[in-house]
């Protein structure tokens, strides 16, 4: 058996998107380098990954195995490129950010440079109201929120948007 990881890959999302010319447009990917990716993935394996059934692609169940598998190995090169990176001095690792509706606007543009300089830090940002983001801010489920301004935690005030970023304390 030989296939790459970028092979793993764009099954993976494919398995998530359930559409080639999605997961074609979510990887910056042509069409049609998708379905040889992934043809040529098929041809490692003696049972079918997939089938169409009235015009709609589906995972068959031993494709379903395979596309868990395949996350699980692309999780563990990129455990691998963390170690790398930090044995390197890199800062890496997860940073989970949560904000309001107003702060997705702000966001790329205050994360587009630590994003340049700390490119082994894996940045999630999740958006959704007020009280979510308070509350996954207390529960230690995020790094950083980002929100109008709360007495309880501590807080830097960014800019004139009065958005501040508070961590819990």
Same mark, same amino acid.
């Given at each position: 058996?030989?296939?790459?990881?970028?092979?793993?890959?764009?099954?993976?999302?494919?398995?998530?998107?359930?559409? /080639?010319?999605?997961? &074609?447009? $979510?990887?910056?990917? !042509?069409?049609?380098? *998708?379905?040889?990716? %992934?043809?040529?993935? #098929?041809?490692?394996?003696?049972?079918?990954?997939?089938?169409?059934?009235?015009?709609?692609?589906?995972?068959?169940?031993?494709?379903?195995? /395979?596309?868990?598998? &395949?996350? $699980?190995?692309?999780? !563990?090169?990129?455990? *691998?490129?963390?170690? %790398?990176?930090?044995? #390197?001095?890199?800062?890496?690792?997860?940073?989970?950010?949560?904000?309001?509706?107003?702060?997705?606007?702000?966001?790329?543009?205050?994360?587009?440079?630590?994003?340049?300089?700390?490119?082994?830090?894996?940045?999630?940002?999740?958006?959704?109201?007020?009280?979510?983001?308070?509350?996954?801010?207390?529960?230690?489920?995020?790094?950083?929120?980002?929100?109008?301004?709360?007495?309880?935690?501590?807080?830097?005030?960014?800019?004139?948007?009065?958005?501040?970023?508070?961590?819990?304390?």
């Amino acid at each position: 058996m030989k296939y790459t990881l970028h092979q793993l890959e764009i099954f993976v999302r494919l398995s998530r998107t359930l559409s /080639v010319t999605q997961t &074609a447009e $979510e990887l910056n990917l !042509s069409q049609p380098a *998708v379905s040889i990716q %992934l043809k040529n993935f #098929q041809s490692n394996f003696a049972i079918p990954l997939t089938e169409i059934v009235h015009k709609r692609l589906y995972l068959t169940e031993f494709g379903k195995t /395979v596309a868990l598998k &395949a996350a $699980e190995v692309l999780r !563990s090169t990129e455990g *691998v490129n963390q170690c %790398l990176a930090a044995y #390197q001095g890199e800062i890496t690792g997860p940073l989970r950010i949560s904000t309001v509706s107003t702060g997705k606007y702000i966001a790329p543009y205050l994360l587009a440079p630590y994003i340049k300089q700390h490119p082994s830090v894996d940045i999630s940002l999740n958006v959704s109201n007020k009280s979510t983001v308070l509350q996954e801010l207390t529960g230690n489920e995020i790094d950083l929120a980002s929100y109008r301004s709360s007495p309880n935690f501590a807080s830097k005030s960014m800019y004139s948007w009065r958005m501040n970023l508070c961590w819990s304390v």
